[in-house]
């Protein structure tokens, strides 16, 4: 199929379950919301290396946040319950607990399973950390040098999607760069839920599962892809007149939001001069159980105009 001339493959992104947190912090104003919660997602590209996935979904309006104060929210994604809670403590308490003005509350507190997560960091208040209700929930209140931090006791962990993803071929790195760019703002203006891990939400270097030259790797780059490589990797899957590929990775609490964030960056994507084909990476089975059709993904969002 076709969108504005770019064929879409019949195909589908091959994605994979993960824990995930979502945290809310409010802070002063936005610009203290945003460094915490850049501080709070930082190295946390891929599970390959990165000691978790993460990022910032959006920002929150005062009138929307338990405080009434300028708020970002915030995932993290980690493969296990255990794995998670421990990176959700260390990013807490070393990114968001030392931030100017900022506090950090549950991002999901309508859904039962729990993360004891305040009683954990309020130990830095050395004894003197009290635990209060407050806007509506328990909050745990610590003195700091500025004057006290409070978080949340208890934040969820749900069972949340990894790895959706759409492939952008474009004629030069020009036009591959701005359709991506346009599908990630795209994303993040209309799909709730989401996060893009990598820098901008832009993937330079995709990587496929294993190696071909190397046992002991478990990812190596999805040679198939590598423009350079087109003639020479006999498998490769660039068509004549492709020079740049471009990879949305994306991460959600629901495989309903992932999709619709596919098909949004589609829609964007396509409409940018000098893209030629928009497809998507799976592996046989070999990262994850959910299939998220290309051909799926536009008819979820079809009603939004990108």
């Known amino acids: 199929m076709k969108i504005d001339g770019v064929e879409i493959e019949e195909t589908f992104a091959e994605a ?56 970002v929210l915030i995932q993290i994604f980690q493969k296990s319950y255990p794995e998670l809670r421990m990176q959700v403590i260390a990013r807490v308490s070393q990114c968001i607990l030392t931030a100017p ?42 003195p700091v040098m500025e004057g006290e931090f409070m ?32 599908a990630v703002e795209a994303i993040r203006k209309h799909v709730p839920g989401v996060i893009m891990p990598f820098p901008g939400g832009v993937v330079r270097a995709g990587s496929k599962v294993g190696s ?22 006999p498998d490769s899957q660039i068509p004549e007149g492709v020079k740049n590929v471009y990879e949305i990775v994306i991460n959600g609490l629901t495989v309903k939001a992932v999709t619709k964030a596919m098909g949004v960056g589609i829609k964007a994507a396509a409409k940018v001069p000098g893209v030629v084909k928009i497809t998507a990476g799976n592996f046989g089975g070999k990262l994850g159980p959910y299939k998220i059709y290309l051909t799926e993904a536009l008819k979820a969002v079809e009603d939004i105009e990108v």
Request: contains cysteine; hydrophobic residues 40%; glycine residues 10%.
């Open 151 to 182: 978080i949340e006791e208890t934040i969820t962990a749900v069972k949340g999607v990894a790895g959706g993803n759409i492939f952008i071929l474009a004629e030069n790195m020009d036009a591959g760069l701005e359709a991506a760019v346009k």
């Open 16 to 71: 994979f379950p993960m824990y995930a947190a979502r945290i809310l912090i409010t802070a002063k104003d936005y610009k203290w919301a945003e460094i915490a919660g850049l501080e709070a997602t930082g190295f946390g590209s891929s599970v390959i290396m990165s000691p978790a996935e993460s990022g910032i979904e959006r920002f929150v309006p005062p009138e929307k946040t338990p405080d009434k104060r300028p708020g």
């Open 212 to 233: 071909l030259k190397y046992a002991k790797l478990t990812a190596t780059t999805n040679h198939k892809y590598c423009p350079t490589l087109r003639g020479i990797a």
């Open 101 to 142: 003005t900022t506090r950090a509350f549950d991002g999901l507190p309508q859904i039962k399973r729990k993360m004891r997560i305040g009683s954990v960091i309020a130990k830095f208040g050395d004894g003197f950390e009290k635990k209060v209700k407050m806007f509506g929930r328990d909050m745990w209140v610590i």
